[in-house]
């Protein structure tokens, strides 16, 4: 399967932006999970918000909880995060990625995007 993220780009804090996900090359299971990370500098790669093909269940990190939201449209086979009340501390690239089942564990995605960074200034 082949993930291409866009979206990413540089706000101000305080301000949105929106990422796309969009994936091509197989059909998933409704139970397949797609999620999203970020990679800050110097930092490992962390968890950011997962959500099941099917689009009914969601988990998202305490980070991004009540700012971030995640959605897949299957039609367009495509996952979003939406990202409000940006803070300078969520500048990353952030990858999306895709697992066999609903997980936050980042050792169970096996395909990932390329990344698209975003960089928060304050």
């Known amino acids: 399967v082949q993930l291409q993220a866009s979206g990413g780009g540089l706000v101000q804090a305080g301000g949105s932006l929106s990422l796309s996900c969009a994936a091509s090359?197989?059909?998933?299971?409704?139970?397949?999970?797609m999620g999203w990370f970020r990679q800050a500098p110097g930092k490992e790669r962390e968890f950011v918000a997962v959500?099941?093909?099917?689009?009914?269940?969601?988990y998202y990190a305490d980070s991004v909880k009540g700012r971030f939201t995640i959605s897949v449209d299957n039609a367009r086979n495509t996952v979003y995060l939406q990202m409000n009340s940006l803070k300078p501390e969520d500048t990353a690239v952030y990858y999306c990625?895709?697992?066999?089942?609903?997980?936050?564990?980042?050792?169970?995605?096996?395909?990932w995007g390329q990344g698209t960074l975003v960089t928060v200034s304050s």
């Open positions: 090359g197989r059909t998933f299971s409704s139970r397949s999970g």
């Open positions: 990625a895709a697992a066999g089942r609903y997980t936050y564990s980042i050792k169970e995605y096996y395909d």
């Open positions: 959500i099941s093909w099917s689009g009914t269940s969601l």
